[in-house]
């Protein structure tokens, strides 16, 4: 079974090196520019992280044998499927007929 972390890259990681050093120093340190690109730094590493993710998980639904067919419970019937009405000794066929009888 292949590492569920196989998304991170050699780049991911010397960032989330980096994020961490700089987080240290703003902690230590009572520099405000450091504090701000601190936290500028986490945002866009985070928006990097979530688009790596979810490019990865996206391969593998796309490589999947057994894809979802619909993502809710519910079954689509189509036309053929939805059943007939009988009025009048008259089975009715057209939905628009069956919702006026």
């Known amino acids: 079974m292949k590492d569920k972390n196989d998304w991170i890259t050699q780049g991911t ?9 700089l987080y240290a120093f703003t902690m230590y340190g ?9 936290i500028e730094y986490c945002k866009i590493l985070r928006e990097i992280i ?4 979810l490019q ?3 391969g593998l639904v796309a490589k999947s044998n057994s894809k979802m067919k619909t993502w809710t419970t519910g079954k ?5 499927q939805v059943p007939n009405l009988l009025v009048n000794d008259e089975k009715l066929k057209d ?4 919702a006026n009888a």
């Open 13 to 21: 990681q010397i960032s989330c090196k980096q994020k961490i050093s």
């Open 30 to 38: 009572n520099d405000p520019k450091a504090k701000v690109q601190c």
């Open 50 to 53: 979530q688009e790596l993710m």
């Open 56 to 58: 990865h998980y996206s």
């Open 76 to 80: 689509v019937h189509s036309v053929e």
């Open 95 to 98: 939905p628009k007929n069956m």
